[in-house]
């Protein structure tokens, strides 16, 4: 049983186009998180949302907007492509993230998102 | 704000041999710390914690102790397998403005060789 997982898993698309990645986990978490991470695996975190609020909006481009129907799903919309957003996104959970609480997060597999 | 800094790789190892990977944060207030590793072409996946100082947070024969007065929580295993080659991250969550927040190191890629 898959617990944090993402669609699609690979992403090739031209500049300019509008496209959406997928996450949904089944942990019963009501915390979400999206991370960029890049050629050097550097690890960067766009969004967190908790109980379907958003929490935590780095600084990312408004090209980017994150939606969250319900606890259990987190989805990330990107308009307007460009080259320098390929990259692989991930989709990660936790529990609560109220004080004293050691908020390990479980990851999805990734996206790897291309553009040319 | 709160950081997280790793030893730069890659780190290439024979099999067998000692692994150390340096970990140190800066935080306001108590942070947990934790250890996750990245297989190739996966997600990252939890590899140990410890949420105290002195705590030791230990898994699959990879050990790191929170040290609070040198604010380190260095990786360690005595005999790394080929298995282990992977990118290792530190990381810390530290409650700050009403909620938690996670910050990662920039990754450490380890190579065994056979």
């Known amino acids: 049983d898959t617990a944090v997982s993402q669609t699609p898993k690979y992403l090739v698309t031209q500049m300019g186009n509008d496209k959406s990645i997928k996450c949904e986990q089944n942990?019963?978490?009501?915390?979400m998180y999206w991370y960029k991470q890049d050629s050097k695996k550097f690890l960067k975190i766009m969004f967190s949302y908790n109980n379907k609020e958003l929490i935590i909006n780095e600084t990312v481009p408004n090209r980017f907007s994150p939606k969250s129907p319900d606890k259990a799903h987190l989805n990330l919309h990107i308009n307007s492509l460009e080259l320098g957003d390929s990259a692989v996104y991930f989709c990660?959970?936790?529990?609560?993230?109220?004080?004293?609480?050691?908020?390990?997060?479980?990851f999805g597999p990734g996206t790897r998102l291309t553009v040319t | 704000g709160d950081s997280v800094t790793q030893m730069e790789g890659p780190v290439t190892l024979s099999e067998e041999a000692f692994l150390t990977i340096n970990c140190t944060y800066t935080?306001?207030?108590?942070?947990?710390l934790f250890w996750y590793v990245q297989y190739p072409g996966e997600g990252l996946q939890l590899l140990l914690k410890a949420t105290k100082a002195d705590d030791k947070g230990s898994n699959k024969g990879f050990e790191a102790t929170y040290r609070k007065e040198t604010t380190s929580f260095h990786l360690e295993k005595g005999s790394v397998q080929v298995s282990d080659s992977a990118v290792y991250f530190c990381a810390l969550s530290a409650y700050s403005g009403g909620y938690q927040k996670v910050t990662f190191g920039t990754g450490t890629k380890l190579q065994v060789i056979p």
């Open positions: 935080a306001t207030g108590y942070p947990s």
């Open positions: 942990l019963g978490h009501d915390t």
């Open positions: 990660a959970s936790s529990r609560s993230m109220g004080q004293g609480v050691s908020n390990e997060q479980y």
